[in-house]
DNA sequence: GACTGGCTATGTCAAGCGTCATAGAATACA
DNA sequence: TGTATTCTATGACGCTTGACATAGCCAGTC
């Protein structure tokens, strides 16, 4: 085994990160959360804070990215996205609306490492890097929602265009379930979303 | 005048919020990009940083309520809705799309205070006052569009879906553009969006 | 001109942060 | 068994943070 200690401290961050925010989780709090040793962390992450950020997004983002695509693989585009969306909805309640999206918190939280010398320039390299990151992870899921809508006879204009709303309402979803501490959100987008992906699959011939 | 100074801190605070986040906007930021001092701070804000950041997310919030407000009530919903996407697109292009939103960053971002004694209790009751507050404001932007579209002659529940779902898409669409440095997720969502607007008034009679 | 009260400037403080160094434990292989 | 390598534990460091205290400025008013 290549030591369950980092992917332990990888998981947590991803699920600090998801609840808190990237600045609002502290390495400390990381290995607190998930029961690490600390000083394993200079070991394991030699690069630092923005490692374990980095790996905790790409962790996260092929996570969800492998369920969304066998979910909509096996059911199909509306009873997967429907799958789907029920899990999300689960998690928010099981977790009393604290758990949101750690690839969210990187695309809003800006990292800040140490302000070098003069305050001038912050951190803007290992951000940048971050950024890119969460873009990779959200085009991946663009993507693999892009192939179920062609692999049910979809334009591609048009799916890639959907793809994209997808994803978008899912991050959305996620901020306004937070704030309202309540499902509502989600249901709505739902109920909605499922009417413009039948209606756009209904059509695909013409 | 009631001093700009404490106006000059609130918008500063919203707008490093908007680009940064909760946590990574300190409150010797706010004055330095704000060029006001940070004696005053104490003194317009003795409830300290949670104070600054509620006032800034009201004002954040009240700000672009109006404006959508407006331009629906001018345009109409449709052309209106394309006049705010378009004033959205704008504002991420001329600040390289650093700026998002505050209001946004206080859904995602926890706040977090001293951490009082033991590191048990985090600072739960601001971050729950603070989360009540973006709620407010989704609210209030939900309910602006809401209107609108009942305006038109919407149907009620089906509108109040479509009021959320618009307010999820711009929220979500803010980080997607931000990860992906372009407009395009925000073009694509447009898109899309106002074919589900002006395909939902066209049937509004039935 | 002196007084006064709202504002500004600057320094100090305890606490938390990420990082690093060093020492100890555990494990694997000969 | 011995030893090398990998991992864990703990403390120290330099720094930033929000909060506070104290002193100075600068209108207005009598």
């Known amino acids: 085994m ?5 992917d332990k401290m990888i998981a947590g961050a991803a699920d600090l990160m998801s609840r808190r925010g990237v600045n609002a989780t502290s390495m400390r709090d ?18 630092g804070k923005p490692q374990l950020l980095a790996e905790a997004v790409r962790f996260a983002g092929q996570r969800v990215s492998v369920r ?10 509306i009873a997967g996205f429907r799958a789907f969306v029920t899990s999300r909805r689960r998690r928010l309640e099981t977790t009393q609306f604290e758990a ?14 140490e302000t070098s010398d003069k305050g001038e320039t912050r951190d803007e390299a290992t951000q940048q890097h971050l950024l ?11 993507q693999v929602m ?5 692999r049910e006879g979809l334009e591609a204009a048009r799916a890639t265009r959907l793809a994209t709303l997808v994803v978008a309402v899912i991050e ?8 309202a501490r309540s499902t509502q959100p989600l249901n709505h987008a739902q109920q909605e979303l499922e009417l413009i992906l039948s209606e756009a699959l209904a059509r695909k011939a013409e």
Chains 1, 2 share one sequence.
């Open 132 to 142: 890119d990151l969460a873009h990779d992870v959200f085009t991946d899921w663009q």
């Open 2 to 6: 290549t030591s369950t200690t980092r």
């Open 146 to 150: 892009l192939l179920a809508l062609k």
């Open 68 to 77: 969304l695509d066998k979910v909509l693989s096996e059911l199909g585009v």
């Open 100 to 113: 949101g999206c750690p690839v969210l918190a990187v695309a809003v939280d800006h990292y800040v490492g």
């Open 172 to 179: 959305g979803t996620v901020a306004l379930c937070r704030a």
């Open 30 to 47: 990381v290995v607190r959360h998930t029961a690490t040793p600390r000083g394993s962390i200079g070991h394991h992450f030699p690069d």
